[in-house]
């Protein structure tokens, strides 16, 4: 399933890349995919923006301004002023099961 | 070495441990594989959202079989429902568990939150003198634990070698057998019907929870009379809205979720306004409701309802394992204007035709 296109804020610079294959391991929508060596992109729209990628790749090859897409939280945090988070906790909002 | 054996073994063996094995810094507990009848009980618990904190397992190393210096150490969480899967998964394997302290929440959320990560991580190797159990030095974790844990830096600061495992526990055994090689389908999440309506709960209750007040409102609007409050007006009249708020929490919070692939558009806010759409036709075709001929309550009907089951859809996005940040705030800041403007042009034309009713126009 896909979410809507062209809003990813993912980025990724092909000639920093080494070819370790980090992000291809960590990427949970499989976005990442080798391709003589190097990593490629192979649907942006299917990021999610959990951050594993850019958070595992050595070599500062990818970027993304991760976070939480849960509309509870963005709007709580429309409200407060703060960073979206999911209160897993979990009363009300049901981020994270 | 006496002292460090107390301080593994020092509480009561917890059910789900069939004795102990012992390592060079002490004994560890061994996890019998297999699940009792309270595992299930918990798995239930846990899954209904009840109980969550104060079911947690303690934070450390633990064996299946009877593992050696060489064998896999698998890294998990302290919710209890995850360690179980992983438990279970394992069984017949020869391996070692470290549990870190994500104050029982999943690995998800823990990763999310920062609570499984390197740090944590790199204490529990060395509160549990991990290098000195085995003799190898390299860990799998599950794969969703990469949003929290950066690899390179747990390597630096301990020598261990992460390997990002499958998204899920069962498919460890496969995993571990190629050759710790992931296929595409064991390291992508999948969303299919059965967890979605799984998830369907987390929406009714929280939109239920709120009903109340919504039908007590609805009452009292069509209830209030010139001489006061009455209830036989409040119910004719509140009635058609009444059920119209509750098809709607049912299509946004139940019918959108399960039927979420095969509703036209991405967006989470146009499948959950079809739906209601739907929803709203249904109730007019089948129980006549709200009257024909009834214009302004047949325009509110159609303006309010769909844009309420499109908001309840929306949150459906704190659920799902496909919706990024950006796509959310884009929806959001489309659609609350909308939903805002059709909130109050409703208001208005009720109490239009409240006035009306009244004789006052
Ligand atoms: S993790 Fe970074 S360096 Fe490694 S393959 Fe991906 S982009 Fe290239
Ligand atoms: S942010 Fe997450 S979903 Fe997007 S490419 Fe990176 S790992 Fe994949």
Redo the contacts between chains.
């Keep these: 399933?896909?979410?809507?296109?062209n809003?990813?804020?993912l980025s990724y610079a092909a000639d920093k890349c080494a070819g370790c294959g980090?992000c291809?391991?960590?990427?949970?929508?499989?976005v990442f995919e080798m391709q003589d060596k190097r990593a490629a992109i192979i649907d942006r729209d299917?990021?999610?923006?959990?951050?594993?990628c850019a958070?595992?790749c050595?070599f500062g090859a990818i970027s993304v301004?991760?976070?939480?897409?849960?509309?509870?939280?963005?709007?709580n945090s429309?409200i407060t002023g703060g960073e979206?988070?999911?209160d897993?906790?979990?009363s009300?909002?049901?981020?994270?099961? | 070495m006496q002292i460090q054996t107390l301080q593994f073994v020092k509480k009561v063996a917890p059910p789900w441990t069939a004795g102990t094995v012992n390592t060079p810094v002490g004994s560890v507990f061994r996890l019998s594989s297999d699940w009792s009848r309270p595992d299930y009980w918990g798995m239930i618990k846990s899954r209904s959202g009840a109980f969550r904190m104060n079911y947690a397992v303690s934070p450390g190393l633990y064996a299946v079989g009877d593992p050696t210096k060489d064998s896999d150490v698998f890294v998990t969480a302290n919710y209890k429902l995850t360690f179980d899967m992983l438990r279970r998964e394992l069984k017949g394997m020869q391996a070692w568990i470290l549990v870190l302290d994500t104050k029982s929440i999943n690995v998800w959320c823990a990763a999310g939150k920062g609570t499984f990560g390197a740090d944590e991580l790199v204490n529990r190797i060395v509160t549990t003198k991990l290098d000195a159990v085995v003799s190898h030095r390299r860990l799998i974790l599950p794969q969703l634990g990469a949003v929290g844990v950066n690899a390179a830096e747990v390597q630096k600061r301990t020598g261990f070698r992460i390997s990002f495992g499958p998204v899920q526990a069962k498919d460890i055994p496969a995993y571990v057998q190629a050759g710790y090689k992931k296929t595409i389908e064991m390291r992508t999440i999948t969303f299919p019907m059965l967890d979605r309506l799984v998830l369907t709960p987390m929406e009714i209750n929280p939109a239920m929870k709120k009903f109340p007040w919504l039908a007590a409102g609805i009452l009292l609007f069509f209830g209030l009379e010139p001489q006061g409050v009455l209830f036989k007006q409040a119910w004719f009249g509140g009635l058609p809205y009444l059920i119209l708020s509750l098809a709607s929490v049912l299509g946004g919070a139940f019918v959108t979720p399960a039927l979420l692939p095969f509703i036209p558009f991405r967006s989470f806010a146009i499948k959950g306004w079809l739906i209601g759409l739907l929803a709203v036709f249904a109730v007019h075709q089948l129980l006549h409701l709200p009257a024909p001929g009834d214009t302004i309550a047949m325009i509110v009907s159609y303006l309010f309802f769909p844009v309420m089951s499109s908001y309840i859809a929306l949150q459906f996005t704190g659920s799902t394992t496909f919706t990024g940040m950006s796509g959310v705030k884009k929806e959001l800041k489309i659609g609350i204007p909308i939903y805002i403007g059709a909130a109050s042009i409703s208001l208005v034309l009720l109490i239009v035709l409240k006035v009306k009713e009244w004789g006052l126009l």
Excluded at chain 1, 92 to 97: P, R, T
């Design positions: 399933m896909k979410y809507l296109a809003v990813t804020t980090r291809v391991e960590v990427c949970p929508q499989g299917l990021c999610m923006e959990c951050g594993a958070r595992n050595e301004n991760a976070g939480v897409g849960c509309a509870a939280a963005i709007i429309m979206p988070s999911c897993c906790s979990g009300g909002s049901s981020c994270c099961g």
